[in-house]
């Protein structure tokens, strides 16, 4: 029942935002000299920040439409490369490039953000390589006919997808990048890949920020995972797609749960964030504006999961660390992390990572035993929480150049 409840609560909000968006795009169109007018100013500043403050459940555009590539300012396309139920990979085609660039895949988190909030990932990788994304879609949009999805298809997708920009013929892999969450998902997929030689296996395998095993330096996220019986999460976080969505009927973990818990860690900077947003609106400090927003814009936008793999992410990743302990299986077959021989591996650390603390990646390097040294680095980046990992100032100028390093020794 909560997401009929959920769901009559934003109906209920609806006539107001599309008030608010009204006013805003009349004052945009046809009140230039309203800034004259504090009081005014004010009015429209509470009516933008409250259409700003709504939860969306669309995917924000990637907006990525040129990069500098070597000297030259480059056109981006935006391309479907290949369509799945649950999940598209996206290609970020650069016309203009002659010379033949390193094909990477970022597997993006799916925890309630759609992948757009790779976005600052992907345009830095985009200067030296031929990127591509996992573009997982909102499960309530996914009609109940397409089936399940579980932990163990997503690393099917991921496998898949790796095959489809490897060149078997030439024994030719791609290289892989994952962010946080599916660290576990990608490790076990080029295992599984290693263990059956496959020929379109990575070439290298740069893990950020993910939950390797979360026995080591537990967070508060780690605690929230277990401070609860598998059976309360089911019973408690589990609803049903309301019947208007493609998906009605299908059983997930709804995204506005998701984002209330994150924003609950922090409401006091999330209040102020949004003071500061009116004000500045008020104030007609447009940079600033932009910043907020555009943060926001993103961030407010959810999806849901599907119960299937919400579940066993908290049972076989954060409660019982199945792939730390050596028990992970896919489809009954267990995952065996020492079959990696060929795929370089790159850890990557935030030293203030409240999420995935310092030495829950860097597990990986315990489980990848036939590894050669020269084939594993670990790079902990000083200064930088969760999001300094993968984007950011730091990320730009410190931890970048360490991914694109692997991927060039291993080219």
């Known amino acids: 029942m909560l997401y009929q409840a959920y769901q009559a609560y934003c109906d209920t909000l609806a006539p107001a935002r599309f008030a608010s968006r009204t006013a805003t795009d009349l004052r945009d169109k046809f009140l230039g000299g309203a800034e004259k007018m504090p009081s005014v100013r004010r009015l429209f500043a509470l009516a933008e920040t409250f259409e700003k403050a709504a939860v969306t459940h669309a995917r924000p555009s990637y907006s990525i439409n040129k990069v500098m590539a070597g000297n030259t300012m480059t056109p981006v396309v935006e391309e479907v490369a290949l369509s799945l139920p649950f999940g598209d990979m996206l290609h970020f085609a650069k016309s203009e490039v002659t010379v033949p660039q390193p094909?990477?895949?970022?597997?993006?988190?799916?925890?309630?953000?759609?992948?757009?909030?790779?976005?600052?990932?992907?345009?830095?990788?985009?200067?030296?390589?031929?990127?591509?994304?996992?573009?997982?879609?909102?499960?309530?949009?996914?009609?109940?006919?397409?089936?399940?999805?579980?932990?163990?298809?997503?690393?099917?997708?991921?496998?898949?997808?790796?095959?489809?920009?490897?060149?078997?013929?030439?024994?030719?892999?791609a290289h892989v990048l994952a962010v946080c969450q599916p660290c576990v998902p990608v490790l076990a997929a080029v295992a599984l890949m290693a263990q059956d030689d496959d020929p379109c296996q990575p070439r290298t395998m740069s893990l950020l920020g993910g939950p390797v095993d979360v026995r080591e330096s537990p967070t508060v996220v780690n605690d929230l995972a277990n401070a609860q019986t598998f059976e309360w999460f089911e019973k408690n976080l589990i609803h049903t797609v309301p019947w208007r969505y493609k998906g009605g009927g299908r059983k997930v973990y709804p995204g506005f749960i998701q984002l209330s818990a994150f924003m609950s860690m922090n409401s006091a900077r999330h209040y102020a964030q949004f003071r500061k947003l009116y004000q500045h609106i008020a104030d007609l400090e447009q940079v600033e504006v932009d910043k907020i927003e555009h943060f926001y814009d993103e961030y407010l936008a959810v999806l849901d999961l599907t119960a299937e793999f919400y579940l066993e992410t908290i049972d076989k990743v954060f409660q019982r660390a199945l792939l730390a302990k050596g028990e992970l299986t896919h489809r009954g077959r267990k995952v065996d992390c020492s079959a990696i021989r060929k795929?370089?591996?790159?850890?990557?650390?935030?030293?203030?990572?409240?999420?995935?603390?310092?030495?829950?990646?860097?597990?990986?390097?315990?489980?990848?035993?036939?590894?050669?040294?020269?084939?594993?680095?670990?790079?902990?980046?000083?200064?930088?929480?969760?999001?300094?990992?993968?984007?950011?100032?730091?990320?730009?100028?410190?931890?970048?150049?360490?991914?694109?390093?692997?991927?060039?020794?291993?080219?």
């Open 343 to 411: 795929t370089a591996l790159l850890t990557v650390e935030g030293e203030r990572d409240d999420i995935c603390a310092v030495g829950q990646t860097a597990a990986a390097h315990l489980l990848c035993t036939s590894l050669r040294p020269h084939l594993k680095r670990h790079h902990l980046q000083p200064g930088v929480g969760h999001y300094g990992v993968f984007s950011g100032s730091k990320w730009e100028r410190e931890v970048y150049p360490q991914v694109r390093n692997m991927i060039l020794a291993m080219a």
């Open 103 to 173: 094909k990477v895949l970022v597997v993006a988190p799916l925890s309630g953000h759609f992948a757009t909030l790779l976005r600052g990932t992907v345009e830095t990788l985009l200067r030296d390589h031929d990127v591509y994304i996992t573009d997982w879609k909102n499960a309530r949009d996914v009609p109940p006919s397409a089936g399940d999805f579980g932990l163990d298809d997503y690393i099917d997708y991921v496998i898949r997808f790796l095959r489809e920009l490897g060149d078997p013929a030439e024994k030719r892999g």
